[in-house]
């Protein structure tokens, strides 16, 4: 890509730090490139570290989990060396985030019009009224029925699509140029989570708004998102457009993903666990950290841990073996 | 299929890091460390009081009344002339002794009504609740100075008060423990092996609520030996001449401007006891909370 | 495979009444109770080493469902029937131990302080399913079945992940011996690489022992994968049934076909022709006439006023919908 990204994280690490000293690597060596307008998808299983990554862009890392070391770069501009204020500053008009969970994110005690209006008031300058008026032409944007009634209603007087649709019109409400979602569909039906994710695709284009979209469901990255990293064990193992990731993984790991979700269009197809369980973070092995549990495992995969390397246009994997195992596979 | 031998190997590393684990949370445990040390040190000198306390705590010498702290006398003597530091030390027996005996009785009696109310719900828990309320309502020491006036002073009175009164808490929390509990899946898998209530109750719900019943009886030797020390300075307690914190702080209180030490000495040690007690509460909270993950 | 069903509710209704008595009182209403429905008239027969499959969306009632069959809760009204035979209200020990239930949240359905032997061994003595002499073998055996080893039996369920959590939940009801097992969303609280065990473990059980099962679950990718029959819920009432691939390939509801454009999927997307708008109503305000309808393109006057029962089809394929034969013909299958 020519032009400068949007946002690159540079060789992220993330550590859980206790007594001042880091003890625990969570996140370790993230590297990608977020441009203008792009859908970006990070997969991961629970610990995969994908959601800290999410978290450590926004500023929102849980107490004990600190950056160890590496860069966020927003506009060329670096998140670690920013002071608390700046990076506030930035959240709202120039990056917003929605939550799994939107009652933990709304204030259960204001209206949601008036939760909605308080970002464009206090980052565009809109007056009180101007600013409940783009409220309310955000919720019929986010395709809230009758806005102007539910502007006044407070979050648990709304069911749980409506809420997310709230936070949605709340993050988009200043036109953010990047939008952090994590998980935003996993608490919803089937039918609900079609409907936000269909919202959430046509509001980013309309707004030229970039998406980061963390899920561990790799159909709904399919549907959403244009670029994917595959994260395990809190390292990037895999990244490329998602179209050929998933079509011709070059990392077991995203094989071994596909491969064990029953696919909705191939429902006779054997389906094939990954076998054992995630490393424990505490006490990482020097090698690959998939290697106990892959199947294409060689000595070499124990001895030392492979890094990203290109395996295709824009395509990076981070396995030994990436050109010889999967020929004709997928081909 | 996971292979069982990957299975077995991850099982057998989490195992290993639980008991080390369990390990460490206890010699981590600040408050549960500083408090078993603090009520260790007064438990063994309770215990040990009739070999190490230098004179017997009954014994009066009146020619030497009211002296202040000496070789002879760490801590003094009182106005009988008896001293003050072997008092302190038989005192300890008496108090610690009501004050751990007098939690058992409510302890046993209040979590097994709280269990049966909270488990069996209906017009059964509607009354005891009713009944509980009515006791919580009450102010402690009212009753249970009445009540030792109805009984007497003595250490059955005092006993007998205290369980009457402290059931209620044990009851209260025991019920809401349940309540809780009786929600969770294991207890509806139980009821669909074709267990029994008592069953239930006893194996499979008790187990899980012990753990905050315990954590609250330590604060409620607390308020027992806060209760017998207060009914002694009142003269309510043991009668004398057996030595006894309450009344020692009684007893000291009119030469509090010369013999400072007799009063507050006594004093200080009920509040020591009360801190040691609340630590290893706290800590036993950290320690016992069920680790329910996530 | 015998014609009488494993399992067969009729008519179950379940209503709960929620009580804002209080305002009511205050505003002079007379009816003092709002009546929510979870269930309203569910008819559904489990046959024999099947795996039938309920699906439908949070508050459709298929978990108030499952509750009912494991009796952890009364239904208001209907009858529920054990291979052909009425089942007491009062079920005795025997009744209870046939049918299993495992459930969703591997964290709550083991007890934390009993280790795996006392749990096993307690159900197996209980109901002298091997001589007491052979309890820990039986444990062993029963550990082995689900794919774990024996050393397991001393351990605490803590310290297992929630795949094994799940794998002793499924040793606890095949301990007891059932006929039919109720699984309530076993592998929604599992990542994806350990839901496939899962799932392998369930056919297996199906194939080798014969059980009936019960599926429930709202992915209808592992739907389709696991089951031979699907049951559609909505609302509190079933509106499709048919065998997997009947369903999938030729849905004849408009809810069914709702659930099915909206699955997240692997292939091309394909620009949506048929989008169902809105939310469910809530149970507690339910629509007149058919349920769907506030929400359905194809809705007509009469769906408005008349609320369809399931009617046939054709063969093993039952619609809720009154205008089930006009629907225009869809299909599920997408080429790569």
Redesign the interface.
């Known amino acids: 890509m020519t032009e400068t990204p949007l946002l690159s994280v540079r060789n992220l690490v993330l550590g859980v730090v206790r007594r001042g000293r880091p003890s625990t690597i969570i996140v370790d060596d993230v590297t990608f490139d977020v441009a203008q307008g792009e859908l970006f998808g990070i997969v991961g299983e629970s610990g995969s570290g994908k959601s800290l990554t999410l978290r450590a862009i926004a500023g929102l890392l849980p107490g004990g989990v600190e950056i160890i070391s590496g860069s966020v770069e927003y506009k060329g501009r670096n998140f670690t060396s920013m002071t608390s204020g700046e990076r506030r500053a930035l959240m709202g008009p120039e990056i917003a985030m929605i939550f799994q969970d939107p009652m933990t994110a709304l204030n259960p005690v204001v209206r949601v019009g008036e939760q909605i209006a308080e970002g464009p008031r206090r980052h565009l300058g809109l007056s009180k009224k101007d600013a409940m008026d783009l409220a309310i032409s955000m919720m019929a944007k986010t395709g809230i029925p009758d806005p102007i009634r539910r502007a006044k209603a407070y979050p648990h007087e709304l069911s749980g699509g409506l809420r997310q649709r709230i936070m949605i019109a709340m993050a988009l409400s200043c036109r953010p140029k990047i939008l952090l979602c994590d998980e935003p569909t996993t608490a919803l039906d089937v039918t609900l989570q079609h409907q936000v994710l269909g919202l959430l695709e046509e509001m980013c284009a309309n707004f030229g708004t970039a998406l980061i979209f963390v899920t561990h469901d790799l159909a709904v990255v399919n549907e959403t998102c244009k670029k994917v990293a595959v994260m395990y064990a809190g390292r990037i193992v895999e990244s490329g457009p998602v179209r050929s990731v998933l079509r011709d993984p070059r990392h077991p790991y995203t094989k071994g993903l596909l491969d064990s979700a029953p696919d909705f269009d191939h429902p006779d197809r054997m389906l094939k666990s990954i076998p054992g369980f995630p490393p424990n973070l505490a006490n990482r092995s020097v090698g690959c950290s998939f290697a106990p549990r892959c199947e294409f495992a060689q000595p070499e995969c124990v001895a030392s841990s492979p890094q990203l390397e290109e395996v295709g246009p824009d395509r990076l994997s981070a396995c030994f073996e990436k050109f010889t195992i999967f020929e004709g596979a997928h081909a | 299929?996971?292979?069982?031998t990957?299975?077995?190997v991850?099982?057998?590393?989490?195992?290993r890091?639980?008991n080390s684990r369990s390990l460490k949370r206890w010699y981590q445990n600040g408050p549960l460390l500083a408090g078993m040390i603090i009520v260790g040190i007064v438990v063994v000198v309770a215990v040990f009081a009739p070999l190490i306390s230098p004179y017997d705590p009954i014994k009066q010498d009146l020619l030497s009344t009211l002296q202040s702290p000496s070789s002879a006398h760490w801590l003094g003597t009182d106005k009988l002339g008896r001293d003050v530091l072997s008092r302190l030390m038989w005192g300890a027996r008496v108090d610690l002794r009501i004050g751990f005996l007098a939690v058992l009785i409510p302890f046993v009696f209040g979590s097994i009504i709280g269990a049966l109310a909270g488990y069996f719900g209906g017009w059964f828990d509607v009354v005891v609740m009713r009944i509980v309320d009515v006791f919580f309502a009450f102010p402690f020491y009212v009753i249970v100075i009445a009540l030792v006036f109805v009984f007497g002073s003595g250490e059955t009175s005092i006993y007998l008060a205290i369980a009457v009164v402290s059931w209620v808490a044990y009851a209260k929390i025991v019920r809401g423990e349940v309540i809780v509990a009786k929600t969770?899946?294991?207890v509806?898998?139980?009821?669909?092996?074709?267990?029994s209530h008592m069953r239930i109750l006893v194996?499979?719900i008790g187990?899980?609520v012990l753990s905050q019943v315990i954590i609250y009886a330590m604060s409620d030797i607390v308020m027992d030996i806060m209760a017998i020390v207060t009914l002694g300075y009142l003269g309510l307690g043991i009668a004398p001449p057996t030595p006894e914190w309450g009344s020692m702080i009684l007893d000291g209180q009119e030469f509090i401007t010369t013999q400072w030490q007799q009063a507050t000495i006594p004093g200080l040690m009920v509040v020591v006891m009360s801190l040691g007690l609340s630590w290893i509460g706290d800590g036993l909270s950290d320690l016992l909370s069920?680790?329910?993950?996530? | 495979m015998s014609d009488v069903p494993a399992l067969k509710v009729s008519a179950i209704v379940k209503t709960y009444h929620v009580g804002t008595a209080l305002t009511n009182i205050f505003k002079g209403r007379k009816n003092r109770h709002t009546t929510l429905t979870a269930l309203a008239g569910v008819d559904l027969e489990l046959r024999r080493g099947e795996i039938l499959a309920l699906v439908g969306e949070s508050g459709s009632g298929k978990s108030t469902l499952a509750k009912i069959l494991v009796r952890s809760i009364r239904p208001t009204s209907g009858e529920l029937f054990y291979g052909g035979r009425l089942v007491p209200a009062k079920r005795t020990k025997d009744a209870t131990r046939r049918i299993q239930i495992v459930f969703q949240d591997p964290y709550s359905s083991l007890n934390p302080r009993l280790t795996v032997k006392a749990m096993l061994a307690e159900l197996l003595i209980l109901h002298k399913i091997v001589p007491r002499r052979e309890v820990r073998a039986e444990s062993i055996r029963l550990l082995n079945r689900v794919g774990l080893e024996e050393s397991a039996l001393d351990a605490y369920p803590s310290q297992f992940s929630g795949g094994q959590r799940q794998r002793l939940a499924i040793a606890r009801a095949l301990a007891v011996r059932p006929d039919i097992l109720i699984a309530d969303e076993p592998v929604s609280a599992l990542d994806v690489s350990v839901q496939a065990t899962i799932l392998e473990l369930l056919t297996s059980l199906q194939r080798e022992l014969g059980l009936s099962i019960l599926f429930i679950g709202h992915n209808l990718a592992v739907v389709q994968h696991l089951s031979q029959r699907v049951a559609v819920m909505y609302l509190g009432r079933i509106v499709e049934v048919a065998n997997t691939e009947d369903l999938f390939a030729n849905p004849r509801h408009p809810y069914t076909r709702a659930l099915i454009e909206s699955v997240p999927r692997m292939t091309e997307r394909v620009e949506d022709e048929f989008v169902i708008k809105g939310e469910p109503p809530s149970p507690l305000n339910l629509p007149q006439g058919c349920r769907f309808h506030p929400r359905c393109p194809y809705a007509v006057d009469a769906c408005r006023t008349t609320d369809p029962p399931l009617m046939h089809v054709e063969d093993w394929h039952e619609s809720a919908c009154l205008r089930f034969e006009e629907l225009p013909a869809f299909s599920s299958v997408r080429a790569r």
């Open positions: 299929m996971t292979t069982p990957a299975v077995l991850k099982f057998k590393q989490s195992r890091a639980a969770q899946d294991y509806t898998a139980a009821r669909l092996g074709g267990m194996r499979h187990p899980n069920p680790d329910r993950r996530k």
